[in-house]
């Protein structure tokens, strides 16, 4: 059973910064997507970037075009852990981020598809304001 726990959330005016943590544990797959997603009051859950790895080693990252530029996923060490550091954030960067993950056989292209993943954090607020 994987286990995803997020860390990180909380309250900043626009233009500032928070990084969010995601610590996994209880996989076995070599190739998977892990991946941020957010969601708004009264919206539905989208895509904030992703990360996959194959063989241990990173092979793609990937954004939404809302964040491209101002965010950036990576992992840290222990491995287990992805972070997504987060500069420039607006107002409308504002909702719950959710960690999830899934075997890179079931994400496939589509990382900002919430159905693909079958794991997934409790979430972490994030509060931007203006």
């Known amino acids: 059973q994987v286990q995803l726990v997020e860390s990180g959330g909380g309250s900043v005016q626009s233009g500032g910064s928070l990084r969010l943590s995601c610590a996994a544990s209880?996989?076995?797959?070599?190739?998977?997507?892990m991946a941020w997603l957010r969601q708004a009051p009264g919206k539905e859950r989208e895509g904030v970037a992703s990360?996959?790895?194959?063989?241990?080693?990173?092979?793609?990252?990937g954004y939404a075009d809302s964040v491209e530029g101002r965010f950036r996923i990576f992992r840290d060490n222990p491995q287990n852990t992805v972070n997504l550091q987060m500069n420039s954030l607006k107002a409308e960067d504002t909702g719950m981020y959710y960690c999830?993950?899934?075997?890179?056989?079931?994400?496939?292209?589509?990382?900002?598809?919430?159905?693909?993943?079958?794991?997934w954090g409790q979430g972490t607020q994030v509060t931007v304001s203006s």
């Open positions: 990360i996959y790895v194959y063989q241990n080693v990173i092979r793609d990252t």
């Open positions: 209880g996989y076995s797959f070599s190739n998977y997507c």
């Open positions: 999830a993950a899934g075997p890179d056989g079931s994400v496939g292209g589509f990382w900002s598809d919430r159905s693909r993943y079958n794991s």
